[in-house]
T-cell receptor, first 116, second 114 residues
């Protein structure tokens, strides 16, 4: 149980285009989802916390207009990288917390974004 | 604010040797501690966690970690490693009221040599 999927697993796009990444909790309801960014050989950096039905809470330094997050249902959150540039290339990982659950987050497999 | 320090960025060991991956944290409130493992090009998988109770926690694949409040540590150990344990290991802390966010350490790359 507690499986989180991400789609796509890899995406390559041209500079200036927008890319949408989906994060789904497959077998549980997640009131809270988290989006992380991981640079090569670095730790995970929390970008934002997404609560179902409300606006996401972004961490300091993360541009909310560039990284649009939508959490429309208890099983789906999306991250849209708008007007992507090469510096946005990274590994994006989402996680989900069980509705009513405490502390533990279940992580998706990640999405490798490459912006040319 | 909480922080996590993993003192070793890389740890090479021989197969069947014991290993310890170090993790220290700082927090002014009660904490919940986690170890996650990341295999190449994959997301994170929970290895083990400390929420309360016994300070020694174990995983199903032979890893264990001990919460030491006085030393603010949560070191990960395994008495005999396998090639398949080669991965990146992250220590994380969640703290405070609500304890929503996870703060990760820098990660330790464990490399098992035959």
């Amino acid at each position: 149980g507690a499986v989180v999927s991400q789609h796509p697993s890899r995406v390559i796009c041209k500079s200036g285009t927008s890319v949408k990444i989906e994060c789904r909790s497959l077998d549980f309801q997640a009131t809270t989802m988290f989006w992380y960014r991981q640079f090569p050989k670095k730790s995970l950096m929390l970008m934002a916390t997404s609560n179902e039905g409300s606006k996401a809470t972004y961490e300091q330094g993360v541009e909310k207009d560039k990284f649009l997050i939508n959490h429309a249902s208890l099983t789906l959150s999306t991250l849209t990288v708008t007007s992507a540039h090469p510096e946005d290339s990274s590994f994006y990982i989402c996680s989900a917390r069980l509705a009513g659950g405490l502390f533990e987050q279940f992580f998706g497999p990640g999405t490798r974004l490459t912006v040319l | 604010a909480q922080s996590v320090t993993q003192l070793d960025s890389q740890v090479p060991v021989f197969e069947e040797a014991p290993v310890e991956l170090r993790c220290n944290y700082s927090s002014s409130v009660s904490v919940y501690l986690f170890w996650y493992v990341q295999y190449p090009n994959q997301g994170l998988q929970l290895l083990l966690k400390y929420l309360s109770g016994s300070t020694l926690v174990e995983s199903i694949n032979g890893f264990e970690a001990e919460f030491n409040k006085s030393q603010t540590s949560f070191h990960l150990r395994k008495p005999s490693v396998h090639i398949s344990d080669t991965a990146e290991y992250f220590c994380a802390v969640s703290a405070g009221q609500g304890a929503q966010k996870l703060v990760f350490g820098q990660g330790t790359r464990l490399t098992i040599n035959p």
